[in-house]
């Protein structure tokens, strides 16, 4: 874990040296609304799943965005994120990297994939969680250019199992909703 996060942070250290006029860094916070899914393995007979009533927590972290041309960006963020169920918070650090193509001026449609590293959990959760959790992003940006302030709103598919027990799957998913600033 802290081996991950000390290449996060070299890389986006190296993307942060970048001087080049179509780079710009921001900040963003927002709300998450989040919830797991649970799964009944394969060695049960029955096809059960069950979605956790879901939670609300919120997001906070840094950006570069990276112009490749007038209507298409990549964005790699460093994010912490409050995320679960209804009775387990879950934290998280999730590096997403969005491909960002400009329908317009200013409307942006969003997609890429994320990693997550579990920072902590509730109740002691975290013994039975996996230490990473993938997932891709799907979503849809406005940037007022002229301010440096822009809005998002996406959601997270999670593609792998957090659980760390057999028996049964435990996948997130959530809807995010924010604001930002760029530098």
Known sequence: MKKCIATIIIIFACIFTINAQNVKYGVKAGLNFSNLEIKLSDDFEEDDSEDINGKTGFYFGGFVDISISEKFSIQPELLFSIEGGEDTGINFVNVPIMAKYYITS??????GPQIGFLVSAEDDADEFLKSTNFGLNAGLGFDLKETGIFFDARYNFGLSDIGDATGF?????GFQIGVGYKF
Do not use: I, W
């Not at 200013?106 to 997609?111: D, E, F, I, R, T």
């Not at 799957?169 to 998913?173: G, L, M």
């Open 106 to 111: 200013g409307l942006s449609l969003q997609a």
């Open 169 to 173: 799957e435990v996948n997130t998913k």
